[in-house]
């Protein structure tokens, strides 16, 4: 069966549609996995997972191409929900970054069951890491956006890393400059 697509309305706010196509989602226990484990910089998988499915949501009414909206809301929210801490080092962590999309689908497939769109969002998102380009709009949308969001985090991390490390240059010269003077 053919999905239903339409464009998203610009008059709709992409908080809005979150809550009304993913509210079992949100409640999930694994969300509350996703909590607790970092994505970028200080960013958790959680914060991620959401942001990336609120500029999805922007982009599919920027562009005003008919998108499945159901789809492109839960497999967004769910293409980071593999539930772990990849920071951790562990054997099955290993090239996550390759590996993170299959584990994904498995974890959502059990806990909440993919449609045919959703699927091809989680599995392709990290397209052109992993070489296997998505076959829906849904998940051209999400790739684009993930990289967006992706680069924002990581760029404030390394922001908070570089002034945490500044204020940290400056107690030590603060307390060298007061030791030259005593
Ligand atoms: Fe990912
Ligand atoms: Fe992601």
Redesign the pocket.
């Known amino acids: 069966m053919q999905p239903q697509r339409a464009p998203i309305s610009r008059d709709e706010l992409p908080q809005d549609l979150l809550a009304r196509h993913a509210a079992d989602i949100l409640r999930s226990p694994g969300m509350d996995v996703e909590r607790r484990c970092i994505q970028h910089g200080d960013t958790t998988v959680f914060q991620?997972s959401v942001a990336?499915t609120l500029r999805c949501v922007a982009i599919a009414q920027a562009l005003a191409v008919p998108v499945s909206e159901r789809d492109l809301v839960r497999g967004a929210l769910l293409?980071?929900y593999f539930l772990y801490d990849w920071h951790v080092p562990d054997p099955s962590h290993r090239l996550h970054g390759f590996r993170h999309p299959f584990f994904a689908r498995m974890n959502a497939e059990r806990d909440f069951g993919l449609t045919p769109i959703q699927r091809d969002m989680v599995v392709h998102?990290m397209f052109p890491l992993v070489p296997a380009p998505p076959h829906c709009r849904e998940a051209w949308i999400l790739t684009l956006a993930?990289k967006c969001v992706?680069s924002h985090e990581t760029a404030h991390g390394f922001a908070l890393k570089a002034s945490r490390l500044a204020g940290w240059v400056g107690n030590k010269v603060g307390l060298a400059g007061g030791g030259d003077r005593a």
Do not use: I
């Open positions: 991620h990336v293409h980071d998102h993930d992706a």
